[in-house]
């Protein structure tokens, strides 16, 4: 069966089995264990003295238990964000994968409480492996060459373009604006 909140794929076996476990918890303890996850997610580490409290009283094992639930929560609400899942879909998922109805709802106000937020922490880390901190341009006429000094992680890289290079990088620049307006004005 296909599910919206993983991007209409089937939903990994560990998270059914952890469905398991979250039933088991309270669906308080579970918008509260949410909440907590989905602060840690947006503004990292999450706090696992919390967690550890909240779990505390519970009939779970708290070192295993606890992680596996945090990471089937982190899972659900990383996802239900990423693949722009509606939440009463996410919500009906979750009680056809076998979370009761109260569990359900618990994670369904998590999400529409933070939903903007995490999309927010999610645009911000997409597509950034290294972020270019500075970058400056010159040219050497003895050298007839271009010279780009970038700034990337606090290391500065000095790197010699040709003119035929510089050629290509603007050709391939120019092409790659013209896609973009194409698919800015079809969307």
């Known amino acids: 069966m296909k599910f919206r909140f993983c991007g209409d794929a089937d939903c990994p076996d560990w998270v059914l089995v952890e469905i398991n476990t979250l039933s088991r918890l309270s669906s308080i303890k579970l918008k509260l264990l949410a909440q907590v996850v989905a602060l840690g997610l947006i503004n990292p580490p999450i706090n696992m003295e919390k967690a550890e409290k909240l779990f505390s009283d519970s009939k779970l094992d708290t070192d295993i238990d606890l992680k596996a639930c945090i990471a089937c929560i982190s899972y659900i609400l990383t996802s239900t964000t990423r693949f722009n899942c509606d939440s009463n879909v996410l919500q009906n998922e979750l009680q056809q994968l076998g979370l009761p109805r109260e569990h359900s709802t618990s994670l369904k106000r998590v999400i529409d409480d933070q939903v903007s937020a995490l999309k927010e922490k999610f645009k911000q880390a997409s597509l950034r492996v290294n972020p270019l901190e500075h970058f400056s341009a010159s040219v050497d006429d003895d050298l007839k060459c271009a010279i780009l000094e970038l700034k990337i992680n606090g290391e500065t890289q000095n790197v010699t373009l040709t003119p035929h290079l510089v050629?290509?990088?603007?050709?391939?620049?120019?092409?790659?604006?013209?896609?973009?307006?194409?698919?800015?004005?079809?969307?």
């Open 167 to 187: 050629d290509v990088l603007l050709d391939n620049l120019e092409q790659v604006r013209k896609k973009m307006v194409e698919l800015k004005e079809a969307s």
